[in-house]
Each structure stands twice: as C-alpha cells, then as structure tokens.
C-alpha cells in the first residue's frame, strides 16, 4: 500500500486496472502531466496502456484491499509533536479531526521538544492534505484545532475561509477571512476570499468597496491591483445589467449577467442569469441552471424561486406551486416567492377551471376563465403559458363564433411560440368560417412541412383545400337554370331547354350577338351539369361540396377500393361504398 508516486502509506487510495495502488492526489498529477506530452495514459508503475484516466477508489474496487490497508498499524502524523497515539490506519482521520485528541499538547512543550506554535502548523498541514483530497469538512475540523491552539495567526483562519467556500458556507467564510485580514492585513489571499465571498452572495458592491480600500492601502501589492481592476469592471457589468433588467432590456441584462457569472463562477450571478431567462421566457435554459443550483444547495430558497417561476411559465403549474411551497418553507418572509406563488394559484385555478368549463361547452364561462389568468400580469409574451392560454381562449372564442377575436388571441399565441399547432389548427378553423379559405390553406400546407405525419393537421388542410375548391367550381344549378331541389325529370328538362338554347347551330351565323366558340363552351359546360346533376351518385357528392375532378376521384377511389376487395362492382355495392364514405367525412364543427 505504498504509492509508488511519492513513497508514502496511500492517501485515498485508487486502484488502477493493473492493480496497483496509487494516493488520489498523485495519480490525478501524473495523469495529468502525462496528457500534456502524450495522447495516452500508461500506469505510473508498469507503464501499460491504460484504457481511461479514470480510475476507481481502492475502497468500492476491491473492498478486501481496502479492510486490509484499514488494518494496518500506523502512528499518528503528529508523533514527532509529542502525540503517543497508535491505531489502525482507518482510524487516523476519526483521531485527527476528534476534538478531544491534542489538548495535552496544548500550552506545554512536547517530550520531543515541540512547541505549541509547531503543533498547530502539523494541523495546518494535514488540514492541507485533506484540503487536497478533497475532504474539506476534515480539514476544516483540522484547522480549527490548529486555531484553538494558535488563535492568533492568520494564515490559520484565511485556510479555514477557503475550506468554508468550498463547501457554500459563504458567511463562515467571510467571518475567517476579515479575522485573517485583521490579524494580517496584508494576506493577499483573504482580501481575494472574502470579496468572492461577498460575490457569491451577491454583495458585488461590498466586493467592490473592499478591494477598493485594500488597494490604496497595499499600492505595492500586484496581485491585489489586478483583483481591483477586475472588480471594477465586474461593479460596472452588475451596474449595467441590472439598469437594462429594470428597463426590460432582458437580452442585454442576459449579456451582463453572464459575463459576471463566466467571470468569478458565483451561484448570484447564476441566479441572475436564470431570472433574465425567465423574464425572457427562456425557461428550459433557467429550469436546468436552478436544479444544479438545488443539487449543490438544497436549503437555497432564491433558486427555488426562480425555478417555481421558470416552471409556471413553461405551463408545468403543480410543479411551480410544489417549489414555491418549498422556497416559503426554507424562508417564510421571501417576497419574491409570496408573489409568484400567489400569482401561480391564480393562474392554475383559472387554467383548470377554463378547462372544465370547456368540456362542459360553457364557452363563455371559459372565456372569463382564461382571462382572468391572462390578467394575472408579468407573463413573459415569449413563454410557453401565455401561449398556452391564449390558445385555450382562442378555442373558446372559436366555439361561440367570435371569429375576430378568435384570430386575435391566435395571433397572440403564436407570437409567443410559432411551433403552436393547436393555436395554427384553430386559426385554420376561424379562417375556413370567415370564407378566407385561401390563407388558411396555405398556412395549414407550411404547417404540414412541420408536422408531417399528423392527422389534425393534415385533416384542416383538405378541409381548407376542399373549401377553397367548393368557391372556384362551377355552380351547375345555375348553368341549367334549375333549382338545388329539382327532380332527375325537372333536370333533364331544364338541359333540354339549355342545351336547345345554347346549340352551337344556332349561333354560327352570329345574328344573336353571340359568337359559335362562346357557344361551343357554353353548351359544353351544359353537358357537364347534366354528367353530373343526372347522376344520382355524382349529385350527392356534388351537393356536398365536391367539384368535378372532386367527384371524378371519389368515384376512382370507390372503384379501386372494390377492385383491391376483389369483388364485383355493382351498383347496390357502390350505393354502400358512396354512403359509408359520406359518413367518414366527419367533420370538426367548431360552432355545433
């Protein structure tokens, strides 16, 4: 259990596929010095191609090793300050961060002549390693002994700041770090701490104030120049973006914020980056930033906020009630969640009770419904709710045939999000009804473009495309002269008579002012009201909307159906098909 690294009694250990044993520390060095020369990773002790860099801890690889190394007989890293303290290698983290262990090295000098100042620097030092490795609650216990043994050096508190950070006790760190500048003012480190601190809690102008005064009071100190020149243009991006955030610039407040968040990695700036998102109606971006804010801190009420808010504008309102509960929970006094969550209520009630008003076809009921959540106020217009209930009220609007405003709240939806099928389907509808059959076949082909294999869609464009073609085809009533109720007999009669009147003969010499080609088309025109209005089935089909070329593909579509059946086309068959066809046409009728 020697790492073959650095000599010593693994710290950490992982073990390599080779099976050999390494310190965390070490191995992650040599890893990665070794991918800077080479493009693959070798075992630090037999050099053989390993597969990936990454390698698993001794303890969850091979559990027997790791009793085994638990085992083993150690004394305690402060031996040489006086500590008598012998035990099992497992043990040696329990003795160091114990509370109770080191006090009679306390004030006295050891047996080997150690001072009490050295003993707190052999604390220090293991607060180090663990600090390396990773265990930040372990070094923090290690230089609070350190402290409790030398309260007055700074360097102690600024290391115990930086544990602190490390583990989101922002407070605790700002309270180490001002003690380390107090008992050394000149500790770089804790000046640059404490102000990410401050940041991190979103105290940016504090921030600024404090590396302000450090620099005219340290003009020599290089590095805390830099850390000032930084801070200014953080204050002035924090400046900036929060102005265009109260003018409702979110696209240039986004800018700012982001550049603050990419700058010093603080969950603040985070946070702000999140609300400008929300604000934009970008809430997929900012539901996924406050859930890796929650997984870090789980008592973190502001990203509960955001996230309660960023989930009712993406229209998921049992969830942003659930969170905004829990950010009351973790803070009862927090405004913004009291809001948002009074808000969310409104706007959940109103939506399901629209809904339920809907199904029992009391429309105008659900029109109030929906805009009373529409009214609710600070929906972003780019979010996925507002579209939503625009919609659901351009449905009801629809239904009690208030076309215009129908279109309206349409329009409305679809500025929101241009993806919303359900606000295209329903423009579609109030469209056909408005006899603007033309622009809503149009829209509903492009629609089609998107959603290629859906029914709906695919359904309102025939619609529209049958429409469209009802108004173009030839009104044959008209072209004979016959009522839409006439008899078969009453419309070969009034044929006759058109087709006696019309007959090319009797204009070829051109003494009735109209010319043998005018009547040519004209009579042929003639024949083809009699084709169809003399047929029993092409009238039916006729009469439902369909015009020539209509008819001729249902009757094609009827025959081939038969022929793929393999039966005999009769007329009793053709009868049955013709009916059956009509009755699955079925049309959506908005206004039934």
């Given at each position: 259990?020697?790492?073959?690294?650095?000599?010593?009694?693994?710290?950490?250990?992982?073990?390599?596929?080779?099976?050999?044993?390494?310190?965390?520390?070490?191995?992650?060095?040599?890893?990665?010095?070794?991918?800077?020369?080479?493009?693959?990773?070798?075992?630090?002790?037999?050099?053989?191609?390993?597969?990936?860099?990454?390698?698993?801890?001794?303890?969850?690889?091979?559990?027997?090793?790791?009793?085994?190394?638990?085992?083993?007989?150690?004394?305690?890293?402060?031996?040489?300050?006086?500590?008598?303290?012998?035990?099992?290698?497992?043990?040696?983290s329990s003795h160091l961060v114990n509370s109770d262990t080191h006090h009679s090295l306390q004030g006295t000098q050891s047996s080997t002549g150690a001072s009490q100042r050295d003993t707190a620097e052999a604390l220090k030092q293991q607060g180090n390693q663990k600090f390396e490795i990773g265990s930040f609650r372990e070094a923090i216990k290690l230089y609070s002994k350190a402290i409790a043994l030398e309260p007055t050096v700074g360097a102690f508190y600024g290391n115990r700041a930086a544990a602190w950070l490390r583990v989101g006790a922002v407070d605790e760190c700002i309270s180490d770090s001002r003690r380390a500048i107090e008992l050394d003012p000149g500790h770089t480190k804790s000046h640059v701490r404490l102000c990410k601190a401050m940041c991190e809690k979103g105290d940016i102008l504090g921030a600024h104030r404090h590396m302000e005064e450090a620099a005219q009071r340290l003009p020599d100190n290089e590095e805390i120049q830099r850390e000032y020149a930084k801070h200014v243009t953080l204050q002035m991006a924090f400046q900036e973006g929060s102005q265009a955030f109260a003018d409702g610039n979110m696209q240039r407040a986004?800018?700012?914020?982001?550049?603050?968040?990419?700058?010093?990695?603080?969950?603040?700036?985070?946070?702000?980056?999140?609300?400008?998102?929300?604000?934009?109606?970008?809430?997929?971006?900012?539901?996924?930033?406050?859930?890796?804010?929650?997984?870090?801190?789980?008592?973190?009420?502001?990203?509960?906020?955001?996230?309660?808010?960023?989930?009712?504008?993406?229209?998921?309102?049992?969830?942003?009630?659930?969170?905004?509960?829990?950010?009351?929970?973790?803070?009862?006094?927090?405004?913004?969640?009291?809001?948002?969550?009074?808000?969310a209520k409104v706007v959940t009630d109103s939506f399901g009770k629209g809904k339920d008003a809907v199904m029992q076809r009391h429309f105008l009921e659900a029109v109030e419904l929906f805009s009373k959540a529409i009214d609710v106020g600070g929906i972003p217009p780019k979010s996925a709710l507002i579209t939503q209930l625009y919609s659901e009220r351009a449905?009801?609007?629809?239904?009690?045939?208030?076309?215009?405003?129908?279109?309206?709240?349409?329009?409305?939806?679809?500025?929101?999000?241009?993806?919303?099928?359900?606000?295209?389907?329903?423009?579609?509808?109030?469209?056909?009804?408005?006899?603007?059959?033309?622009?809503?076949?149009?829209?509903?082909?492009?629609?089609?473009?998107?959603?290629?294999?859906?029914?709906?869609?695919?359904?309102?464009?025939?619609?529209?495309?049958?429409?469209?073609?009802?108004?173009?085809?030839?009104?044959?009533?008209?072209?004979?002269?016959?009522?839409?109720?006439?008899?078969?007999?009453?419309?070969?009669?009034?044929?006759?008579?058109?087709?006696?009147?019309?007959?090319?003969?009797?204009?070829?010499?051109?003494?009735?002012?109209?010319?043998?080609?005018?009547?040519?088309?004209?009579?042929?025109?003639?024949?083809?009201?009699?084709?169809?209005?003399?047929?029993?089935?092409?009238?039916?089909?006729?009469?439902?909307?369909?015009?020539?070329?209509?008819?001729?593909?249902?009757?094609?579509?009827?025959?081939e159906a038969i022929t793929g059946m393999g039966m005999g086309i009769t007329e009793t068959l053709i009868d049955h098909l013709f009916n059956r066809q009509t009755l699955m046409r079925g049309e959506i009728d908005f206004n039934s």
């Open positions: 259990f020697l790492c073959p690294i650095c000599s010593q009694l693994v710290e950490v250990p992982v073990i390599t596929p080779c099976t050999h044993v390494f310190c965390r520390n070490c191995y992650c060095e040599w890893v990665q010095q070794q991918q800077q020369d080479e493009q693959t990773t070798r075992c630090p002790k037999c050099n053989i191609n390993l597969q990936s860099a990454a390698v698993p801890e001794l303890q969850r690889a091979n559990p027997l090793a790791w009793r085994l190394l638990c085992r083993v007989q150690v004394r305690c890293p402060l031996t040489d300050k006086g500590c008598t303290w012998k035990g099992d290698y497992g043990e040696v986004l800018e700012c914020y982001e550049a603050l968040a990419q700058e010093t990695g603080a969950a603040s700036f985070q946070l702000l980056v999140a609300r400008a998102l929300v604000a934009m109606g970008n809430c997929d971006r900012a539901i996924g930033m406050t859930l890796r804010m929650i997984k870090s801190n789980e008592s973190n009420a502001d990203a509960y906020a955001v996230r309660g808010q960023a989930l009712l504008f993406n229209g998921d309102m049992d969830q942003s009630v659930k969170h905004l509960r829990e950010a009351l929970r973790l803070d009862p006094d927090h405004s913004e969640a009291q809001k948002a969550h009074k808000k449905n009801s609007y629809l239904r009690l045939g208030e076309h215009d405003k129908c279109l309206a709240d349409c329009q409305s939806a679809l500025e929101g999000r241009d993806d919303c099928k359900e606000a295209w389907v329903c423009r579609a509808a109030a469209l056909i009804a408005t006899k603007r059959h033309e622009e809503a076949l149009k829209e509903m082909t492009s629609l089609q473009q998107m959603f290629e294999h859906d029914t709906l869609v695919k359904h309102w464009k025939d619609k529209a495309d049958f429409e469209l073609r009802k108004t173009k085809r030839t009104d044959y009533y008209a072209v004979l002269c016959c009522s839409t109720v006439a008899t078969e007999g009453e419309v070969k009669n009034a044929y006759k008579a058109r087709a006696l009147e019309w007959h090319p003969d009797r204009h070829s010499g051109g003494d009735t002012g109209v010319t043998r080609e005018e009547a040519e088309q004209r009579f042929k025109m003639i024949g083809e009201a009699l084709e169809v209005l003399g047929d029993e089935k092409k009238r039916k089909l006729y009469d439902e909307g369909y015009d020539k070329e209509g008819i001729e593909e249902k009757i094609r579509e009827g025959q």
